[in-house]
T-cell receptor, first 112, second 115 residues
Framework: KAGVTQTPRYLIKTRGQQVTLSCSPISGHRSVSWYQQTPGQGLQFLFEYFSETQRNKGNFPGRFSGRQFSNSRSEMNVSTLELGDSALYLC???????????FGSGTRLTVV | GESVGLHLPTLSVQEGDNSIINCAYS??????FIWYKQESGKGPQFIID?????DKRQGQRVTVLLNKTVKHLSLQIAATQPGDSAVYFC??????????????FGGGTRLMVKP
């Protein structure tokens, strides 16, 4: 079966712009989580969605937001981009919250 | 605050030897732990997991040990191969405030396998 699909794979944006990243979970998976990975901070939790509801949010500013659709696909949005937002953004899906997280290959965002 | 951490940032082993990667965690209430492998340009790949009601779990060439007394987790890789070269992360699953869950990752250990 298909894995977690993230699009686009690479993205270059200018400071001040906004960006939307997409994640399609494994078929049947209802939980989708987002993580930011940087060399300095490592892997950090952004938020988790389950059945279209955001259940948890990490310690990130309000510029970071997300949503989940009825088909479990999820998007995250970052507004007013800053240079420090350059990172690999990873999406993980699981059948039920709390077990078996499968990650996508990520979206590499570069802010210039 | 509480965190999940790794003892060694880099581990270099000879091909064919066994590798041991360690991880300390501080949240005694955590009930689920996962080891991931990440290769360059890819997302983390699930290796093996363990729940807190277990001390040991084995997979193909990998074993995870959990010591709840000292809050320590380890990943053992038998007969390490060049394809095992990657960064390894331990992750702790924590309950969130709204009945959800979130993974807290350690800093990662880079495993280098010498031929």
């Amino acid at each position: 079966k298909a894995g977690v699909t993230q699009t686009p794979r690479y993205l270059i944006k200018t400071r001040g712009q906004q960006v939307t990243l997409s994640c399609s979970p494994i078929s049947g998976h209802r939980s989708v989580s987002w993580y930011q990975q940087t060399p300095g901070q490592g892997l950090q939790f952004l938020f988790e969605y389950f059945s279209e509801t955001q259940r948890n949010k990490g310690n990130f500013p309000g510029r970071f937001s997300g949503r989940q659709f009825s088909n479990s696909r999820s998007e995250m949005n970052v507004s007013t981009l800053e240079l420090g937002d350059s990172a690999l953004y990873l999406c993980a899906s699981s059948l039920a919250s709390g077990s078996g997280y499968t990650f996508g290959s990520g979206t590499r965002l570069t802010v210039v | 605050g509480e965190s999940v951490g790794l003892h060694l940032p880099t581990l270099s082993v000879q091909e064919g030897d066994n590798s041991i990667i360690n991880c300390a965690y501080s949240n005694s209430a955590s009930d689920y732990f996962i080891w991931y492998k990440q290769e360059s340009g890819k997302g983390p790949q699930f290796i093996i997991d363990i729940r807190s009601n277990m001390d040991k779990r084995q997979g193909q060439r990998v074993t995870v040990l959990l010591n709840k007394t000292v809050k320590h987790l380890s990943l053992q890789i038998a007969a390490t191969q060049p394809g095992d070269s990657a960064v390894y992360f331990c992750a702790e699953n924590r309950n969130g405030n709204n009945a959800g869950n979130m993974l807290t990752f350690g800093g990662g250990t880079r495993l280098m396998v010498k031929p």
